[in-house]
């Protein structure tokens, strides 16, 4: 079975400041996705980015980027430029065969 | 597009009642999944179906929790009779099979049983 750990249960930035979020995992597959979904206080899962295992480039979306570390299990998040918006909970997924296992969520704070 | 819906977005119910929640995937997904989010377990898949057969049901906790999807447009999960441990936010979430695996979330339905 697949785990996922994210061993910051909280992390704090100020604004316009850059954080990155850890996660770590634990699978025998090769082939599978990982994701970070956030999680505001409105409890709606938003997807915020997704790597493909088999592509060694990490992803970027817009202030979010990814360092993906195959060898290591590694996917962390970085926020670059925080804005207070980005306060919220964001949980790592791993997704193989179309089951999907989170981590249990880092709570990002953003100080003004 | 609209995304996935789900209804009720909150629901108060008394210990022993049956409990209905329902789920509507963006169309044209074939996957869809159940999922529970409690401060004590985190979040836990309940039960996903392929092209409207159930695939994995080993997340469903007890008899008392049952899945139906009758077609591709709409799901149910039920809980039958319903127990204060079973307060959480049941979250539906629809995929498209076969694509990069990405999984898009309804907003999610607070259960709250007395």
């Known amino acids: 079975a697949q785990t996922v750990t994210q061993s910051q249960p909280e992390m704090s930035v100020q604004e316009a400041e850059t954080v990155t979020l850890s996660c770590t995992y634990d699978t025998s597959e090769s082939d599978y996705y990982l994701f970070w979904y956030k999680q505001p206080p409105s409890r709606q899962m938003i997807l915020v980015i997704r790597?493909?295992?088999?592509?060694?480039q990490n992803a970027t979306e817009n202030r979010f980027s990814v360092n993906f570390q195959k060898a290591a299990k590694s996917f962390s998040l970085k926020i670059s430029d925080s804005q207070l918006g980005d306060a919220a909970m964001y949980f790592c997924a791993f997704t193989n065969a179309g089951k999907s296992t989170f981590g249990d969520g880092t709570t990002l704070t953003v100080k003004p | 597009d609209a995304g996935v819906i789900q209804s009720p977005r909150h629901e108060v119910t008394e210990m022993g009642q049956e409990v209905t929640l329902r789920c509507k995937p963006i169309s044209g997904h074939n996957s869809l999944f159940w999922y529970r989010q409690t401060m004590m377990r985190g979040l836990e898949l309940l039960i996903y179906f392929n092209n409207n057969v159930p695939i994995d049901d080993s997340g469903m906790p007890e008899d008392r929790f049952s899945a139906k999807m009758p077609n591709a447009s709409f799901s149910t999960l039920k809980i039958q009779p319903s127990e204060p441990r079973d307060s959480a936010v049941y979250f539906c979430?629809?995929?498209?099979?076969?694509?990069?695996?990405?999984?898009?979330f309804g907003p999610g339905t607070r259960l709250l049983v007395l």
């Open positions: 979430a629809s995929r498209l099979a076969g694509g990069v695996e990405t999984q898009y």
């Open positions: 790597q493909e295992a088999y592509k060694q």
